[in-house]
């Protein structure tokens, strides 16, 4: 369940190959440069627990930095290529890396990211240039064989809340924990998709996010093969699944649709008849859209819920869903619990927030409050989302933590949003929402109540679009931003967002 066995039984084997440039990194080569990694990193002094950070798209070197502080017992924290500079200081400092790796082709962030981090060592996969040092020919100067002291590391991904600031989720790092130590997410890939070493996976997202990272390491404990696409396009994804046989990938619903969008000449021109078990999740999919999907593929798509978190997992197949339509399934790693806002546990078809309970121990690293939040009177805990369950036990989702919005997969979460915004001069208040859109399920809303005297145009929206994208990621700022004369607040000042939320969705709502 590590490389580096398959380094000794199949070391000519792809590990991975890289869509763009076919570039192919052997288990051999895999496991001598991650070797190499982890010697650089105890040359450096990090030890055990000790955290790094990674500021690295779809890069070709990115799964020798993973492997590397993985063997090493690190805590490795991957951020995404898509945050501004405040953003990614942010979590560097949070996370408490002692090294920050970044690739050069997110040089005009990484870089002015450098003075606000000091005393970090810089390294840069690609092109690099002063202050940060070749990640490449630093790690070449050392041995190709282990470090003495193995011990299995664990990311510390990132996973925003309700009050703006991400956190990181934190597990334990079990000291002399050996670094082959299986991956639950592999016995996952086993048990529901069919997983065999001889599996080939195609990776169609940014492997910065949790799902694509746990699911691309463990396939590669398995020893199968891993088709990284540095950018999505749909048709692309399709010639892959033909040229390689893919066997097995994970999906958001976005790329469906994307897919199913193309011209049926090319839909059809593509052989994806190897496809065995994939899977989606990261944001509801539409009913249609499944449906069309198992009917092109087969009934060889499954979908589960889980968060950063590690908590619980749900899974359903295609079969299962075609009978429970809309359904995220059963509760897998622990038990499906609807409870009230007493904590306590709802009948069938009851709508509560969805609880775990027995499932994995987290902590959100550096807000106990937090943590704490996350778990009722029985110790089971919850991502915040809102379902029911029927009487067999299928989950169904009906709404998310705190209107947090899903758009092509991706998390965003409106209050950071409406924290920037209302700093504006001429906003004087202002919800954020997600609404229907057609490809990426939802886009971005800033619904604004313009300050005293200040006109609600064309102008001013255009102004308050480019001060969001000015100050956020792009995947953050909004696709629209429309105005009300005042926003529906109670007296105690709390918003009442579902109000504004919903009529977007076209359904009522009651305060």
């Not at 892959?240 to 839909?267: C, D, G, N, S």
Request: hydrophobic letters at 40%; one cysteine or more; glycine letters at 8%.
């Amino acid at each position: 369940m590590h490389p580096s066995h398959h380094a000794r039984t199949t070391p000519d084997k792809p590990a991975y190959i890289m869509a763009g440039t076919g570039e192919t990194v052997t288990y051999a080569e895999l496991d001598a440069r991650s070797n190499q990694g982890a010697h650089l990193f105890r040359a450096l002094g990090l030890q055990t627990g000790d955290s790094v950070a990674y500021f690295v798209d779809n890069h070709p070197r990115y799964f020798e930095l993973l492997w590397a502080a993985q063997r090493s017992g690190l805590r490795f924290t991957c951020i995404s290529s898509k945050l501004t500079v405040g953003e990614v200081e942010y979590i560097v400092k949070d996370c408490k890396a002692k090294v920050f790796v970044a690739a050069s082709s997110l040089s005009a962030v990484a870089d002015a990211v450098v003075p606000l981090i000091p005393g970090l060592k810089l390294y840069m996969v690609g092109e690099a240039h002063p202050p940060f040092e070749s990640f490449e020919a630093a790690r070449a100067a050392f041995p190709e064989t282990p470090i003495a002291d193995e011990s299995a590391g664990s990311a510390m991904l990132y996973s925003s809340g309700t009050t703006g600031r991400p956190k990181g989720v934190k597990r334990a790092i079990v000291p002399d924990q050996p670094v082959d130590t299986p991956s639950p997410l592999t016995m996952l890939g086993q048990m529901l998709y069919g997983w065999t070493p001889d599996s080939v996976y195609l990776s169609p997202a940014p492997l910065y996010h949790a799902a694509p990272l746990g699911f691309t390491m463990a396939m590669q404990g398995l020893g199968g093969t891993v088709v990284v696409m540095e950018h999505f396009d749909p048709e692309e994804a399709l010639r892959l699944i033909e040229t390689y046989k893919i066997t097995t990938a994970q999906w958001v619903p976005t790329h469906f649709v994307r897919m199913l969008k193309l011209p049926q000449e090319a839909r059809a021109k593509y052989d994806v008849s190897s496809l065995k078990g994939v899977f989606h999740a990261a944001a509801p999919c539409p009913v249609p859209v499944k449906e069309q999907m198992i009917a092109w593929w087969g009934p060889v798509i499954h979908e589960y819920y889980a968060g950063t978190e590690g908590n619980g997992f749900t899974a359903i197949n295609s079969e299962e869903w075609l009978t429970h339509k809309g359904s995220v399934g059963k509760g897998l790693t622990a038990q499906v619990m609807i409870c009230g806002e007493d904590g306590e546990p709802l009948p069938p078809r009851a709508e509560g927030m969805v609880y775990f309970a027995g499932g994995g121990e987290f902590e959100y690293h550096g807000d106990a409050e937090k943590t704490r939040d996350s778990k009722n009177q029985h110790g089971w805990t919850t991502l915040g989302d809102v379902g029911w369950v029927d009487e067999e036990g299928y989950l169904y989702l009906t709404d998310r933590k705190s209107f947090m919005i899903i758009s092509g997969g991706v998390n965003i979460y409106p209050q950071e949003v409406e924290n920037l915004l209302v700093t504006h001069p001429k906003v004087a208040d202002v919800a954020v929402v997600g609404a229907p859109h057609e490809e990426m399920g939802e886009q971005v809303v800033a619904v604004v109540q313009p300050a005293p005297g200040q006109v609600a145009d064309e102008a001013l929206a255009a102004e308050l679009m480019a001060f969001a994208r000015a100050n956020l990621s792009h995947v953050k700022a909004p696709r629209r931003i429309d105005f009300m004369d005042e926003l529906p607040r109670h007296a105690t000042g709390k918003l009442y967002k579902r109000l504004i939320r919903d009529a977007y969705w076209g359904k009522e709502s009651r305060i």
